[in-house]
């Protein structure tokens, strides 16, 4: 069982920045491809970003190339995801979660944390 608490949401300008971070429990993190979503109010969860198995690699959603890094580190169970330039269309519950079966899907997800984007 792994367990993810995500925390950094909350309100921002547009323009301004945020990073989350999520925590994982677990002893193999390094072991765990990571991968943040979101939900907005009235929509689907959509995929924002994920980062394969330590040095593996990143992806990310064409909406937010350019302006959002995910990055880890694996001494703190940590999994970052800094936003630049956020849109009012960035306003979400952003969540984590991991895939502890190296391609198996995502198995564990924390509980979101919201982000808010005025305008």
């Known amino acids: 069982q792994v367990q993810l608490v995500e925390s950094g949401g909350g309100l921002v300008q547009a323009g301004g920045s945020l990073r989350l971070s999520c925590v994982a429990s677990?002893?193999?993190?390094?072991?765990?491809?990571m991968g943040w979503f979101r939900q907005a109010p009235g929509k689907e969860r959509e995929f924002v970003a994920n980062d394969w198995r330590s040095g593996e690699g990143t992806r990310y959603a064409d909406f937010v190339k350019g302006r959002f890094t995910i990055s880890r580190d694996n001494a703190k169970n940590t999994v970052y995801l800094q936003m630049n330039s956020l849109k009012p269309e960035d306003t979400a519950v952003y969540y984590c979660a991991a895939d502890v079966r190296a391609g198996g899907g995502y198995d564990y997800w924390g509980q979101g944390t919201q982000v808010t984007v005025s305008s």
């Open positions: 677990g002893r193999t993190f390094s072991s765990y491809n």
